[in-house]
């Protein structure tokens, strides 16, 4: 590992945290939003986030046939971003114009408290990743300045 895949490493875990906490923020600013294009209220949205993998490919020796194969990490990538398909959260308020026959009307399924969660820890995450960047920007400059003397 060199001090640019520790780069590469960071900025990917800095973009992924960025959209996270973009998807939280649109949760936030539709917890009200009882009706969109698709008729219903909205609904919560997710990032979901794998390991990108880099292969590297070791030979053994030339006696040895075929190659002992390595995985090696490589960051992070949103792989997907799901809709949170739990149901509604039904309130009665009889006088609103999405208020259905017996008064009730569907809220989106968004708690406030998870999302104010998932807003800290994401921006926490994105912090970290702030914090390793700039430690292996520090670490880079000592190298050349050790260079230059």
Known sequence: MNIF????ISASGLAAERLRMDLTAQNIANVNTTKTEDGGPYKRKVAVFKEKLQQEIHKRNEKFQG????????????DKIVTDDSPPIMVYDPNHPHANEEGFVAK???NL????VDLITASRAYEANVAV???TKQIAMKALSIGRG
Not at 5 to 8: G, P
Not at 113 to 116: G, I, S
């Open 133 to 135: 960047l700039n430690a």
């Open 5 to 8: 895949s520790t780069l590469n």
């Open 67 to 78: 190659s002992n194969e390595k995985f090696q990490g490589n960051g992070v990538e949103v």
């Open 108 to 110: 989106p399924n968004i």
């Open 113 to 116: 408290a998870d999302e104010m």
